[in-house]
Each structure stands twice: as structure tokens, then as C-alpha cells.
T-cell receptor, first 113, second 112 residues
């Protein structure tokens, strides 16, 4: 079945540094990938829609300059959290769409100290 | 504005009985609905979906019912098993392939 690999699964970084999260579709091409954020015991909130070869579409309230999304190929999308602050600590999940539905990565737990 | 709501944050069911998880939505443009199961610190796992042209879809122990007039869908799990214990999210989109809007989740606990 369709597999989406997300890396790293867990990262701790210092305030002010940047962190990159990768999302790869392993056995299919994903023209569209989605990035979500989940706060503890809350729903998954869509941050942005990433389209291969074009700029990402951000949801209202999501800072484009803080959460940089790159979708350079049909199998790879990256989310970079720039100048991270403790309030950016969260669980980030990517998703890729294919004909038969949406497949999610395993998520990345980001902790900013 | 929460367009997809799951009004029960938690549900406890005995093993072997039926689990019914409910979901309501407000956006009449939603035409594709999905249910996901999620464990802490993991990505959601797809369970079952339904398009708005249907009112029922069944896959093994899972059945999803859609009531478009009421803007309501439900997931039935029967028989419930301890391994079903997890958080269940419903999600909706305007057309397959577009962004998903998730509900608030229901924590299901299946007890022995």
C-alpha cells in the first residue's frame, strides 16, 4: 500500500534555530501534500497545502515566513520551522493524496527549548 | 469556526458490543468524508470513507453512515475489540484530493 515516510520522528532544538522536517512518498508520486499540526488532545489543524513545483497555499493565520514549505519533487515535501520558539512545540504531520485516498506520515514531535 | 465537530470527546464500550462514533459538519460543500484512527505520537490511519452520493459504506467491522440532510455521519464498529481503543477522527473535504478538515476527535476505550 501507499507509504509516506516522515523524518525525523522526534526533534529537540534550541530557541532561535531552524528545523527541517521531511515527508516522502515512497511508492507513489504525490503532486499534492498537506502539512498539519496537532496540539495535545486537539484536532489536526491544516497548516498548508504543498503543490509540486509551485508555492504552497497557507491557511489563514499560518505564518508563511516562519513555516517554509518546499515541494521540489513529486516524492518530497519539506517543512522548515524557522527561528523556532517554545510555542512552536507541537506534533507535525504530513499527508499525501493519491487516487485511493490520503496517506499520512508518522508525524514529528518538535520540542523547542 | 469548527466546521467538523465530534461532540463526544470520549466513549467507553464493552468488548463485543457496538461502538458508535458521531460527527457533525456545517459546510454543505463537503462531499467526501473519512474516518481515521490515531494513536498518540503517530500519524492517522485510514479506516473507511464515503462520498456524498452514498449513505452507507461497509468494510468488515466498520460501517459509515451519512445523513446529508442532517449533515451528520457516524462510524459503527461491531464487534468492538480492545485493539480498537484509540482516538477516532472524522474528516471531510470538498472533492476528493482537496484538503481535509478534521473533527475534534473521540477517544474510544474498549473494555474487557
Amino acid at each position: 500500500g501507499a507509504v509516506v515516510s516522515q523524518h525525523p520522528s522526534r526533534v529537540i532544538c534550541k530557541s532561535g534555530t531552524s528545523v527541517k522536517i521531511e515527508c516522502r512518498s515512497l511508492d507513489f508520486q504525490a503532486t499534492t501534500m498537506f502539512w498539519y499540526r496537532q496540539f495535545p488532545k486537539k484536532s489536526l489543524m491544516l497548516m498548508a497545502t504543498s503543490n509540486e513545483g509551485s508555492k504552497a497555499t497557507y491557511e489563514q493565520g499560518v505564518e508563511k515566513d516562519k513555516f517554509l514549505i518546499n515541494h521540489a519533487s513529486l516524492t518530497l515535501s519539506t517543512l522548515t520551522v524557522t527561528s523556532a520558539h517554545p510555542e512552536d512545540s507541537s506534533f507535525y504531520i504530513c499527508s499525501a493524496h493519491r487516487v485511493y485516498g490520503y496517506t499520512f506520515g508518522s508525524g514529528t514531535r518538535l520540542t523547542v527549548v | 469556526d469548527q466546521q467538523v465537530k465530534q461532540n463526544s470527546p470520549s466513549l467507553s464500550v464493552q468488548e463485543g458490543r457496538i461502538s458508535i462514533l458521531n460527527c457533525d459538519y456545517t459546510n454543505s460543500m463537503f462531499d467526501y468524508f473519512l474516518w481515521y484512527k490515531k494513536y498518540p505520537a503517530e500519524g492517522p490511519t485510514f479506516l473507511i470513507s464515503i462520498s456524498s452520493i452514498k449513505d452507507k459504506n461497509e468494510d468488515g467491522r466498520f460501517t459509515v453512515f451519512l445523513n446529508k440532510s442532517a449533515k451528520h455521519l457516524s462510524l459503527h464498529i461491531v464487534p468492538s475489540q480492545p485493539g480498537d481503543s484509540a482516538v477516532y477522527f472524522c474528516a471531510a473535504s470538498e472533492g476528493g484530493g482537496n484538503k481535509l478538515t478534521f473533527g475534534t476527535g473521540t477517544q474510544l476505550k474498549v473494555e474487557l
